[in-house]
């Protein structure tokens, strides 16, 4: 028997897998960057206003070295969903904090942008629209107006691969001519940490991201009908939303056969529920894409239910999570009881097939 360990939620859970069922565990293994680096790159940062678009744990580590090293800082903003965070750093370092007025269109927002210095910190991940997130795609998801239109042009190619995104060249462009504004991005793994980092205008430091991306959680593709995976926990399986826009959707398209006898098994708690209101809408009922699509108005969340419904007919999908059955089903999922069911689940009895398992989906870079 082989122990496997996944991030679940805030913890993590753990399976055996007999050794002439396990295939392979696939993981990368990159190394944390040494903290001198992180000193180096806020040394170099001269701006008096932030504007936080993550709040993982990398995020919040780099606010209080930037924050102590750099006495510029004068101020910090935030969309609600970081206001605990950005207001509690304020009051330690004697600095404003100031929510996002949100805007219905950039228009309105770039004037206050480049009224002033602005840095936007984000903590990359994968995203079915923008392929790889960046500080220009988390600020493009707060302009309602943008977000809309991005899902309108580019739904066709959902849900996208990392490298190659029109919404992602859409997102950059609009702040390709603001000067006024840069951004700082981290690469973070559960269990290693900060692994990467990059600095400059927008384009520049996407583009520095993917790359670091690409090196430093880079395995190699191996297709298999029997897939095991985790979502990375925190942030990236707190909803089902999440979970399935930063670690299913890799999956299917980089790892599981396209086969009638495909079976996968995804471990996330999803501990906030649906997560969307496009989620929500579907479970009731007052939602079905599938038949609407030219004509759907955007809500948060459809491009994740639309990508997930590309790809569900390919492919039979088990999940383990707190979320009840009674979702699980609205999606086609069959739940498990408990992550030891795992392998059982994806195997007839006596079977000798194969399973690969992937503990964090969510910081995988699938090599060709």
Not at 55 to 73: A, E, S
Not at 235 to 258: C, G, H, K, Q, Y
Not at 274 to 285: C, D, H, I
Request: proline share 5%; net charge negative; charged share 25%.
């Amino acid at each position: 028997m082989t122990e496997i360990w996944v991030p679940y939620g805030p913890v993590e859970v753990s399976f055996d897998i007999r050794q002439e069922n396990l295939s392979q565990i696939l993981e990368p293994t990159p190394a944390k960057i040494a903290p001198e680096e992180l000193d180096i790159a806020a040394d170099k940062i001269s701006v008096e206003n932030l504007l936080v678009l993550s709040g993982t744990p990398g995020i919040q580590k780099f606010l209080d070295i930037l924050l102590t090293r750099n006495k510029n800082v004068k101020k910090i903003m935030y969309p609600k969903s970081h206001g605990a965070l950005c207001r509690r750093k304020a009051q330690e370092f004697g600095i404003h904090a100031e929510p996002l007025d949100l805007a219905e269109n950039l228009a309105d927002l770039v004037p206050s942008l480049q009224a002033q210095k602005v840095l936007l910190l984000s903590s990359v991940h994968y995203d079915p629209m923008f392929g790889l997130s960046s500080g220009a795609s988390e600020l493009i998801r707060l302009v309602t107006a943008l977000k809309k239109l991005a899902f309108t042009e580019f739904y066709d190619e959902l849900p996208c691969a990392p490298e190659k995104s029109q919404a992602s060249e859409f997102a950059l462009d609009q702040f390709q001519s603001l000067s006024s504004v840069n951004s700082f991005e981290l690469i973070e793994k559960v269990g290693v940490g900060i692994v990467g980092q990059s600095y400059g205008d927008v384009r520049a430091s996407h583009s520095k991201s993917l790359e670091i991306w690409k090196e430093t959680l880079s395995i190699p593709v191996q297709k298999a009908e029997r897939v095991i995976f985790g979502c990375g926990g925190g942030d990236n399986d707190r909803s089902l939303t999440e979970a399935f826009s930063r670690a299913l959707f890799p999956i299917l398209m980089n790892v599981a056969l396209t086969d009638s006898d495909s079976k996968i098994c995804m471990l996330a708690e999803c501990g906030s529920g649906l997560g969307s209101e496009a989620f929500l809408r579907f479970v009731t009922g007052r939602l079905e894409p599938r038949s609407k699509i030219g004509s759907l108005e955007y809500l948060e969340g459809l491009e994740v239910l639309v990508s997930f419904q590309k790809l569900q007919k390919d492919f039979e999908l088990k999940i383990l999570t707190t979320l009840p059955n009674f979702y699980a089903t609205k999606f086609d999922l069959k739940t498990i009881g408990g992550a030891r069911e795992a392998p059982a689940s994806l195997l007839q009895p006596g079977s000798r097939a194969k399973i690969l398992v992937l503990p964090d989906a969510s910081s995988t870079s699938f090599r060709v």
